[in-house]
C-alpha cells in the first residue's frame, strides 16, 4: 500500500464512519479537524518566472496595480495582493508582469460560453424565466478543494480551447440570443476583471443586465467601480470560519463579509449561495453564527441558498450533503429570521419554490429550471400584496 497523505487520511477515515455511523457524527468529527486545526492553508502562491516571453492579442494592461521598484508590480484586485517581480505570473494564473507592467491574459477569449436559464446562477429573485449569456475565461483567486470547474478555474489562459470574443462581441451575441442579461459566471469573474468591466459598462449603455457570480473576494475599490454597472449578483458565502476558508477554500472569510456590505450599501440585489461541505460546513452552530451576521448586516430579505455537494476534485472521496441535512439547514435558517431560504442541486422539492414572507402562499414553483406558477406580480405578492424583494418582471 503506497504512502497515505494526512488529507487523504481524514476524508477516507470520513468516508468510511459515514458509512456505519449517523452522518452528522461523521460531520462533528471533520468540522472539529478543520476548524481548529491550524495547518493546512492552501493558499496559492505565485508561479515564479511562469510569464510568457511576449504578449498575445488577448492581453490588456491591468485597470488596478501599482509599480513598486524594481520593475516589481502589485494587483489591486482582490485580497491576494499578488506582488510579481518581471517575469512572473499571477496566483489566479491569468494575469502577469511584462517588463514592469501588469498585464491580463485574460480579455476577449472566453473559454465558455452559453445562455442560461437565469434559475441556474442560481438567481431566483431577479427575473424570472429569462436568459442569461454567460461567459468565463481561465482563473480563480482562491483554490478551493471542491470546485465544480477546477478545468477553467485552476488553468491558464493558454492550456484551455477558448474562443475569440472581444466586449463589443459579447453585447452582440447577448442580443442575438434575446438574452436580458450577461452574467460573468463559472470560473471568478474577478479575475478577468478589465474583460468584465469594459462589457459590462457597453451592455449598461444597451440596457442589459450585468450580473456577476462570484465567490466575493474582491478588494473595496474594484468593488465599488464594478457596482456602478452592476444589477445583480450571486455572491458565495461558502463558510462561516476563516479557518475553514483557509482550509478548505484557500482564502479568507473577512473580504468576502465585506463585500456582502458594499453591495448591500449599493442597493444592489444579491443572493448567497453557501455550498453544504460534508465535514466542513455542515456544522449547525456556524450555521447559526451565520445567520445571526446576516440579519444584523444585511437583514433578512436577501435569498440564501443552500446547495448541495457532490464529490469531485480534491473532494471526491466524500459522500454528496444527505438531504436531511440541507432541509434541516433552510428549516434553521428560515427559523432564525431569513425570509428566503433554498435548497440547490436537488431539483423537484418544495425548498426551490419561493414562498411569500408574510401570507406563505406559493409565489413561484420551479421544477428544475422550468417555472409552471408565477403569483409575482409588479413586484408583490398576488395575494397579500406584500412587496417580495428582487427584480421582477
Ligand atoms: S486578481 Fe489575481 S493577480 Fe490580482 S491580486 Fe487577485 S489573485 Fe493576484
Not at 478543520?34 to 492581453?59: C, H, N, Q
Not at 466586449?167 to 434575446?178: D, M, Q, R
Not at 474583460?195 to 478588494?219: C, F, H, P, Q, V
Not at 458594499?262 to 466542513?280: A, C, K, R, S, W
Request: charged share 20%; hydrophobic share 35%; proline share 6%.
Amino acid at each position: 500500500m503506497g504512502k497515505v497523505s494526512r488529507r487523504q487520511f481524514i476524508y477516507s477515515g470520513a468516508a468510511l464512519i459515514s458509512s456505519i455511523a449517523p452522518f452528522n457524527i461523521a460531520g462533528a468529527f471533520l468540522n472539529k479537524k478543520a476548524e481548529d486545526s491550524g495547518v493546512d492553508d492552501i493558499r496559492g502562491t505565485i508561479f515564479k518566472g511562469d510569464a510568457p516571453g511576449k504578449l498575445w492579442k488577448w492581453s490588456h494592461e491591468g485597470y488596478i496595480y501599482k509599480k513598486l521598484d524594481k520593475k516589481k508590480v502589485v494587483c489591486g484586485i482582490c485580497p491576494n495582493m499578488c506582488v510579481m517581480s518581471p517575469g512572473d505570473r499571477s496566483v489566479c494564473r491569468s494575469r502577469v508582469n511584462i517588463d514592469g507592467t501588469l498585464y491580463s491574459l485574460a480579455y476577449g477569449n472566453p473559454c465558455a460560453v452559453h445562455v442560461d436559464p437565469i434559475e441556474k446562477k442560481p438567481l431566483y429573485h431577479f427575473k424570472p424565466r429569462s436568459k442569461v449569456f454567460s461567459i468565463a475565461t481561465t482563473g480563480c483567486n482562491l483554490r478551493c478543494l471542491n470546485c465544480q470547474n477546477w478545468q477553467i478555474s485552476q488553468a491558464k489562459p493558454h492550456e484551455v480551447r477558448f474562443q475569440e470574443l472581444f466586449p463589443s462581441e459579447v453585447i452582440k451575441k447577448t442580443e442575438n440570443y434575446l438574452a436580458e442579461s450577461i452574467a460573468y459566471t463559472y470560473s471568478e469573474a474577478t479575475t478577468y476583471y478589465e474583460y468584465m468591466i469594459d462589457t459590462a459598462r457597453i451592455a449598461r449603455e444597451k440596457g442589459i443586465y450585468n450580473l456577476w457570480i462570484s465567490n466575493g473576494y474582491i478588494n473595496r475599490k474594484p468593488l465599488l467601480e464594478l457596482s456602478s454597472f452592476l444589477d445583480g449578483a450571486n455572491v458565495n458565502l461558502k463558510s462561516f470560519s476563516e479557518a475553514i476558508y483557509r482550509k478548505l477554500n484557500g482564502g479568507s472569510l473577512e473580504p468576502v463579509l465585506k463585500t456582502f456590505k458594499i453591495l448591500h450599501d449599493q442597493g444592489i440585489h444579491f443572493e448567497m449561495t453557501n455550498l453544504v461541505v460534508p465535514g466542513y460546513v455542515d456544522n449547525e452552530d456556524m450555521l447559526k453564527r451565520m445567520c445571526d451576521w446576516i440579519l444584523e448586516n444585511l437583514g433578512p430579505d436577501y435569498p440564501l441558498h443552500f446547495s448541495r455537494f457532490t464529490p469531485r476534485y480534491k473532494l471526491n472521496r466524500l459522500p454528496p450533503t444527505p438531504l436531511s441535512t440541507l432541509v434541516r439547514f433552510r428549516r434553521i435558517a428560515m427559523a432564525e429570521g431569513i425570509n428566503y431560504v433554498y435548497l440547490g442541486n436537488v431539483p423537484i422539492h418544495e425548498g426551490n419554490n419561493t414562498y411569500c414572507h408574510n401570507c406563505r402562499e406559493l409565489l413561484i414553483e420551479r421544477q428544475g429550471y422550468n417555472i409552471p406558477v408565477n403569483n409575482i406580480k409588479n413586484g408583490k405578492c398576488s395575494f397579500c400584496r406584500t412587496i417580495i424583494p428582487g427584480v421582477w418582471n
